[in-house]
Structures are given as C-alpha cells and as structure tokens.
C-alpha cells in the first residue's frame, strides 16, 4: 500500500523533480542536510531528551541540556551541512540554536506540565476515503492539565505563521490530527498548537469539523496530484531557493547543463567545442533571435497603429508602399461578452443561450474537462466513460527565464 508524508507532499509542490528524484526513482546520492534541517534535527533531539528524561522524573541540568546540543553538532553527520543563508557561519547557527534552546528550558522547565504521551513518535495511518496510508512524525503529544490532548509541532526556522489560518499551519497540523484521531480515537477534545523556539510564539487551533474535512480535501487533492503525475511520469523541475541545497543538482534537467559548463570551465581548454558548448551557442543564438522578435514586434505594433490613423485621416484604404500595397480595411463587428473581460454577462448569456436550445452555439471546453479530470472531481461513471478518450502527447515549450542567483550552483 502507498504510503505519502507530509514532508512528501511538501516536496512535491516545492519540486516535482527532486520528488521524482528521491521518491520515485529512488536515485541513491550522497545527500547531506541544509544547516536549517540540522539545527531543527539537532533542537528536536534535545527536547526529546528533555521530556525523556522528565518521563522518569528526572530533570536535565541547563548545563547538561547544551552539552548534549554541542555533542549532536559534533556528530559526522553534521560536518558537511549546507549553510542556506550567506550571511551566515555554521557557527552563527549553532550560536542561533542555543540562544533559542536556553530561552525554551527557561520557559518550560521541569518539563512536567501536563501528561506526555508520546515524543518524536512515528504514526501510519488509513487516509480517510482513500486507499492509501498517511506516516507521520508527531513532536509532542500530551494531555494537558485542562483535559484537552494537544499535538504539538516545534518549529525551529524563522518564518511565523500569518496565524492559525495560514496553510502554512493548517495543513500539517489537520494531517497530524486525522492520524492521531485514527489511532487514537478516544483521544478527545483534541487541539493542535505549533511553539516557534525563534520567536518563542505559540499558536494553538482547535478545528472544527468543516474546516478538518476541507483540509482533509486539500491534502486529498495534493495527494492526486502527486499521483496524476506518477502515472503520466511527468515530474517538471521547479527551480527556486531550494535548489541551492538539492542532492540532485547535477543529475536535474534543469541544472545539470549548467554543471557540466562550469566543470568544462575549470578544465583545460580545448579548441574544439564540447557538446555542452555547442547547445550553449544555439540557447545564445536563440535568445538574440527572440529579442529580434521582440523589437520587431513592438516596431509592428506601432506601424500598425500609425496606418490605421493615417488611412482614417486620408480617408483612404490602400496606402501604396514601394514593394506592395497595404490595405487598412476599418469596420463594425458585432460583439458578445467574453469570459476573460465581462464573466458576468457571459455566463448570463451561456444560460439563456441553453435555455433556447441553441446546442450548436456550444463548444466543448477541452481544457475545463481536463482541469475536472485532473482534479479527480468527476463521478466514477463520468470518469470511467471519459478515460476512453484520454491521452498523452509531448508537447515542448521554449522559453527564456532571467538567472536567478540560486542557480549559480556553489
Ligand atoms: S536542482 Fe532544483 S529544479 Fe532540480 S531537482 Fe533539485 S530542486 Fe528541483
């Protein structure tokens, strides 16, 4: 049975390729954590330490508790991170993490509040509806002195939710509460709360079973996704901020063409040019052909407009040219509302329109029945009848993107 993780799914939408890359293909390189990830690792180490121990009534000594987050640094694992931010030193984050792991001791210490029931504990579960598993990985899960039990996520990076309404906060915690209510189901009320150790921030929710259901819909939808792509092998790299830290820059479509100049260029010249190079000078050849284009449209357009007022001026609809005549040929077209400007009164007229039985003035809307199919929003029946008629053909598109410094691989 398929098994999807919240992690899984982020990575999904941050980037189909590496998704491919990691989850698909399995495509085995050695990767090592940005220095984000390793200070969150190392930081939800030590709080699993922390209530560990405060599980069998003991109490870690602040002094002990930053001898243990120095001990998680020095491991090997940790020699090789990627520092995701410039301005930063591996030790400006280390420094960072103990700032935020003294203010949290300070805050929670003995650590007894409440009853915990599970710390950094791996769940699976049957996502509703569907026939695949859900595996998750839950912070802390404890029963407060209130009654409630709470699942609570400690975030270690910067970024702070826009409250408890942010996707940022909903979707992960929805997700941990249906595997939670699913293994646990007498666990009840339940509340979901997200403690941000950089801003010493708690945000707490208590869902509502319309807004559990419409995020179970959402994670649904994600999951389809994730699927659909699966099934036509289309995995489209998406570059960004992330790339910088991706184990597989040198194996990316995106990337690796890039890659494999930059060595070239460190290599000993040679006089002849190397296939990278000469793809290198059709993408340059191009790119100037485009911007041709470019000029000589706007060239265009602008004539254009000069013929159009010259011939009403003239009141003329020849102007004769050297090699050719140019005929300006002006008049009034009936018109009807458009989707894209007047929605209202297209759609108005779409039901008058069937109302009068004028079938013939319908077109079917191709790309809607797809957005439908894709989006998994057609009855068994409707998909079944339809799925005769599904194919899959290449298309390709050429484009020109501005380089962005995340692709200037380190
Ligand atoms: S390098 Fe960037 S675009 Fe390529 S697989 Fe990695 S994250 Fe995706």
New binding site residues.
């Given amino acids: 049975m398929q098994t999807y993780s919240h992690s899984q799914v982020g990575l999904f939408t941050?980037?189909p390729?590496?998704y491919a890359?990691k989850h698909v293909e399995r495509v085995d390189v050695p990767a090592a954590p940005s220095a984000d990830i390793a200070l969150g690792d190392v930081l939800h180490e030590v709080i699993r330490g922390l209530y560990d121990a405060a599980r069998m009534s003991r109490v870690l000594s602040l002094a002990d508790t930053l001898a243990i987050y120095a001990a998680e640094w020095s491991k090997p694992k940790r020699e090789n991170v990627i520092l995701t931010n410039e301005r930063l030193t591996i030790t400006d984050y280390i420094a960072t993490g103990e700032t935020m792991l003294r203010r949290f001791y300070e805050r929670f210490q003995p650590f007894d509040e409440g009853k915990t029931l599970a710390i950094e504990q791996m769940f699976t579960f049957q996502f509703p509806h569907s026939p695949w598993q859900m595996r998750l990985k839950v912070d802390r899960l404890w029963r407060r002195d209130d009654g409630v039990v709470e699942i609570l996520d400690y975030k270690t990076g910067r970024r702070l939710p826009n409250g408890v309404a942010d996707p940022a906060f909903t979707r992960q915690l929805a997700l941990y509460q249906l595997g939670i209510q699913a293994t646990y189901p007498e666990f009840v009320p339940i509340e979901v709360a997200q403690y941000f150790l950089h801003h010493e921030e708690l945000l707490r929710h208590r869902f509502t079973p319309d807004e559990l259901d419409e995020e179970t819909e959402g994670i649904r939808q994600d999951i389809l996704g994730i699927r659909d792509a699966v099934r036509r092998e289309d995995f489209p790299?998406?570059?960004?901020e992330?790339?910088r830290w991706?184990e597989?820059?040198t194996l990316?479509p995106?990337?690796r063409h890039r890659v494999q100049l930059e060595a070239e260029a460190g290599e000993e010249s040679s006089t002849e040019l190397s296939s990278a190079q000469a793809a290198s000078r059709v993408a340059e050849a191009w790119l100037q052909a485009k911007e041709e284009e470019r000029h000589l449209r706007s060239t265009l357009a602008a004539l254009r407009e000069d013929l159009i007022r010259i011939a009403s001026d003239l009141d003329i609809t020849t102007i004769a040219g050297a090699s050719a005549d140019v005929v300006v040929k002006q008049s009034l077209v009936d018109a009807l509302p458009q989707r894209s400007n007047q929605e209202d009164d297209y759609v108005a007229l779409s039901h008058l329109a069937r109302r009068l039985g004028l079938e013939t003035a319908f077109k079917l809307d191709t790309n809607e029945l797809l957005k439908l199919w894709r989006a998994d929003r057609l009855t068994a029946e409707q998909r079944e009848q339809i799925a005769a008629y599904i194919t899959s053909r290449q298309t390709a598109k050429v484009s020109s993107k501005k380089r962005r410094s995340d692709a200037v691989d380190d």
């Fill in positions: 941050t980037c390729r590496r890359f790299p998406k570059e960004g992330h790339c991706c597989f820059r990316c995106a990337k």
